[in-house]
């Protein structure tokens, strides 16, 4: 009964640097988001899956891409990271986007950019 | 498309009641509310389909005003662990979520 499982749970990363954050569901969940939490700014959508192959913008995209190859699994990729990007990551899947179900999240990831 | 909720904290004393709004300018497909304590994962609570439901959990019960685009979520007799911040989400074409509301109940 895993869920939504986000590896790594905390990573320190330098200015510059790369790196991507996992995301893995069993549930067969269609739908897959990423979001960001910071003080007192609630959780914000990066991006956002309806399906395999298919991908979208949320409200802060900039300085990071996705990609959805199978259904299980939605990584964040970060690109050049920035001190801005300091954050706790959440993943969240639902069955879809228009569903009566609840959306379930993964422990989140912890991450700090130096 | 971020939905707004009020108030942005409250303190109450076991026993008080309480009530948290949250509202959109999008006519939305329905209304989720989440409970998130500190250093962990927001916990699902209930979801609002459109069509002015209104829903109960133990104490704590949720309606949702299709018309006005509005959700409220009540927390009747309140106890010590209900303490967190709660948030709203709205979903339209993709979910997003309120910059919650923090709970605080004291003895």
């Known amino acids: 009964n895993a869920g939504v499982t986000q590896t790594p749970k905390f990573q320190v990363l330098k200015t510059g640097q790369s790196m991507t954050l996992q995301c893995a569901q069993d549930?067969?969940?269609?739908?897959m988001s990423w979001y960001r939490q910071d003080p007192g700014m609630g959780l914000r959508l990066i991006h956002y899956?309806?399906?395999?192959?298919?991908?979208d913008q949320g409200e802060v995209p900039n300085g990071y891409n996705v990609s959805r190859s199978t259904t299980e699994d939605f990584p964040l990729r970060l690109l050049s990271a920035a001190p801005s990007q300091t954050s706790v990551y959440f993943c969240?899947?639902?069955?879809?986007?228009?569903?009566?179900?609840?959306?379930?999240f993964g422990d989140g990831t912890r991450l700090s950019i130096l | 498309q971020q939905p707004v909720q009020s108030p942005q904290a409250v303190i109450l004393r076991e026993g008080e009641d309480a009530v948290i709004n949250c509202s959109s300018s999008?006519?939305?497909?329905?209304v989720h509310w989440y409970r998130q304590k500190h250093g962990e994962a927001p916990v699902f609570l209930m979801i609002?389909?459109?069509?002015?439901e209104q829903k109960g959990h133990d104490k704590i019960s949720a309606s949702f005003n299709e018309k006005k685009q509005q959700s409220s979520l009540y927390l009747t007799a309140s106890q010590l662990s209900y303490s967190g911040t709660y948030f709203c989400?709205?979903?339209?074409?993709?979910?997003?979520f309120g910059a919650g509301t923090r709970l605080t109940v004291k003895p």
């Open positions: 969240a899947s639902r069955t879809r986007v228009y569903s009566n179900q609840p959306q379930h």
């Open positions: 549930m067969n969940h269609e739908y």
């Open positions: 899956s309806v399906g395999a192959g298919i991908t």
């Open positions: 999008k006519a939305l497909y329905s």
């Open positions: 609002l389909l459109k069509g002015g």
């Open positions: 989400g709205t979903v339209l074409n993709d979910m997003r």
